[in-house]
């Protein structure tokens, strides 16, 4: 049993989840990390490091990695490097107003959230102000890049961000493959397995029970699961 991981539920139905973190959060620090992300070995050395030996409240890392999904839960396996225009070891100007000019008029800083450590008492003590900007990255950082008072950049690269394709939840899909069921637990997988593996990825299955009396269902619902 690993005691590091603690499974905590959403506070309430008008919280967030990053919410919920941070109300359960101990650390002197806190990282926030979408969950298809991956990080590098020495990336929470690294950042925890750089904090301690400056006192920033926000730790930005310039540089990360991206990997493109090329088919749902499939990626390539070459890493594209993304770069801040930002490359250098050091503060951040201490002039608030230059800063947020920096990021989001010349484009030099990413507010992504996977590049970014921030001293827990410095967030929590500004939750009034960021309690609706929690689940928008953009917002947040610059909220937070607003408020520090110290906002220190390392140049390494420490995270690997997940390039998605967009889900069929999110939009509408080109083509909607219907197929009834019925009776044909011994051949449903093989159809349904060959309309999945289509060249042509923009497309939705739509599988209508006829009131089918054998498997046939419990097939259809396992390969949606998998």
């Not at 999945?196 to 299955?205: A, G, I, N, S, W």
């Not at 739509?206 to 054998?214: G, K, M, N, Y």
Request: charged share 30%; glycine share 4%.
């Amino acid at each position: 049993e690993d005691n590091r991981i603690r499974i905590v539920e959403r506070e309430g139905e008008l919280s967030s989840a990053r919410t919920t973190g941070l109300n359960n959060a101990r650390g002197k620090y806190v990282y926030l990390i979408e969950g298809d992300a991956l990080l590098l070995q020495n990336a929470l050395e690294t950042l925890y490091n750089a904090a301690e030996e400056c006192g920033a409240e926000v730790i930005h890392s310039t540089t990360y990695f991206e990997r493109m999904e090329v088919a749902h839960g499939e990626f390539d396996r070459t890493l594209r490097v993304k770069a801040d225009k930002v490359q250098r070891r050091g503060w951040l100007t201490a002039d608030r107003n230059a800063r947020i000019t920096s990021c989001f008029i010349d484009g030099e800083l990413d507010p992504l959230r996977g590049l970014n450590m921030y001293r827990r008492e410095f967030v929590l003590s500004h939750m009034d102000r960021l309690e609706d900007k929690l689940s928008d990255d953009r917002l947040l950082f610059i909220t937070l890049l607003s408020l520090a008072e110290k906002f220190y950049c390392v140049p390494d690269c420490l995270y690997v961000h997940a390039h998605r394709m967009p889900t069929l939840q999110n939009q509408t899909p080109d083509i909607s493959v219907i197929v009834p069921v019925y009776n044909v637990e011994r051949y449903v997988e093989g159809s349904i397995n060959s309309i999945l593996e289509q060249t042509f990825k923009d497309f939705e299955v739509i599988v209508v029970d006829d009131a089918s009396p054998d498997r046939s269902i419990d097939i259809c619902e396992q390969l949606a699961r998998s």
